[in-house]
């Protein structure tokens, strides 16, 4: 089967309809599928829940779909660097959920592996907890949280071959794994798609199986916090 | 004269023993890393990378390459990279063996207020809920008291919760303090801070 297509647009074709439950990798602005935001505001599909562990900044990543009203609700783990994310959800526009980081990250591995739901201490006593089950295990008390399954994920790797085998790049890796496998569908980009049998089998960090459609393009990969050091003079 | 910044960044270095994995959050935290002298001590940055390396030299910034505060780092030869799940598996099965975190509001109990202010901050919890309920000791660095000069130091915390009864030791301008059963236990008084002005700035309750 024929995972290559030639741009966002075509990869995302009978995928889109309002109201559906989207996953996307990236951490801040970190490793994010540009291209797939950029397609799905061109699409025009509306009415979204995302589940991304950041929202972009207003001009960058999920920002954008912020600004076209297109997302309905969020699951985040935080949205500190988005003012219009801020206006719309203080406005009652924009419906938040707040994860846990690890909470949100696992509830997108157990989603993808079969897993509907597992206990954690996570946020016990705290806001996260209430309405949820407590259990306690070996006399510690921990919340029940469910899995995720979306109806489709966008992630972005650094590398892929043709039958979606994904290689990423440093911290860029972040939620990419775990969004692809919660995905009904997945769409990765790549910075490059090379040819099947040029990645080493040991090193790949997420197999083909969880990736449906692929595609290649240049990609900003803006930074939002550029720190540097001084170099000591001798 | 209490502590400034840097000397309670150096203060909780001292925390820190050879071998550990560590966990260090944004702001003074931050700063622990100019103390750990020749310790072995691996920084874990819970986007995915254990051993951190310091910021990069202007024009050698990688978008690829990030910590958990958004800023760009380096790598070392230790380091290794992992994805969120990964990291944040190893960060609540305990086999981080510190988190040194602010605070907004820290509790008697060792309850942990950082993240929400209701109606006016809702950045989110990021990562801090997994860390404090799952790394070996919760240390907090913070101010004694806020702006207006009111006790950070509470019997119980005001705002929202991050975890409850998760806090070991309490870092401040004015010295360190231990959640023990009762309240807090002073271990240490800033320099030039006596013991009857850290108890005067301490809402909770101080056990001898």
């Known amino acids: ?234 | 004269m209490p502590w400034d910044r840097n000397r309670m960044a150096a203060r909780a270095a001292e925390e820190l023993e050879d071998g550990m994995y560590v966990n260090l959050g944004i702001g003074i935290p931050t700063l622990v890393a100019n103390y750990v002298g020749d310790k072995d001590i691996t920084l874990q940055s819970e986007n995915g990378m254990l051993g951190m390396g310091p910021f990069p030299f202007e024009g050698e910034e990688d978008p690829d390459l990030i910590n958990a505060g958004k800023q760009t780092i380096t790598e070392l030869a230790r380091t290794s990279y992992f994805d969120s799940a990964t990291s944040f598996g190893m960060i609540r099965g305990g086999k981080i063996a510190a988190a040194i975190l602010g605070a907004m509001e820290v509790s008697e109990k060792g309850d942990l207020a950082n993240w929400m202010i209701p109606g006016k901050l809702v950045k989110g919890m990021g990562g801090a809920m997994d860390l404090v309920a799952g790394v070996g000791k919760v240390i907090v660095v913070m101010d004694h008291t806020n702006k207006a000069g009111d006790s950070k130091v509470l019997k119980s915390c005001t705002l929202p919760l991050t975890g409850k009864a998760v806090v070991d030791r309490i870092i401040t301008n004015m010295g360190v303090l231990d959640v023990v059963p009762g309240g807090l236990r002073i271990v240490q008084l800033a320099d030039g801070i006596t013991e009857d002005e850290i108890r005067a700035a301490t809402e909770a309750a101080i056990v001898a």
């Open chain 1, 1 to 234: 089967m024929k995972k290559v297509y030639a741009t966002a647009d075509e990869a995302l074709e009978g995928l889109l309809h309002d109201g559906m439950f989207i996953a996307a990798g990236g951490f801040g602005l970190c490793g994010i599928p540009e291209l797939a935001i950029d397609a799905l505001v061109r699409s025009g599909v509306k009415d979204l829940t995302v589940a991304s562990n950041n929202a972009g900044v207003d001009d960058f990543g999920l920002g954008k779909l912020l600004a076209t009203r297109q997302i309905r609700k969020m699951i985040s783990s935080y949205v500190g660097e988005n003012a219009e994310f801020m206006r719309q959800y203080l406005s009652g526009e924009l419906e938040l959920e707040f994860n846990p980081q690890g909470t949100l990250a696992e509830r997108m591995r157990a989603g993808g592996s079969g897993i509907p739901g597992f206990y954690t201490k996570t946020g016990v006593g705290t806001l996260i907890a209430e309405g949820k089950e407590v259990k306690t295990f070996d006399g510690e008390d921990y919340i029940l949280e469910r899995g995720i399954v979306a109806d489709l994920s966008i992630v972005k790797a650094w590398k892929a071959d043709d039958t979606g085998n994904l290689v990423f790049r440093k911290t860029a890796r972040n939620f990419n794994p775990p969004a692809a496998m919660c995905g009904k569908v997945c769409l990765a980009e790549v910075e490059e798609i090379v040819p099947r049998g040029s990645l080493d089998p040991d090193m790949i960090h997420l197999p083909g199986i969880y990736v449906h459609r692929i595609v290649e393009g240049a990609h900003e990969k803006r930074i939002e916090k550029v720190t540097t050091r001084q170099k000591e003079t001798a």
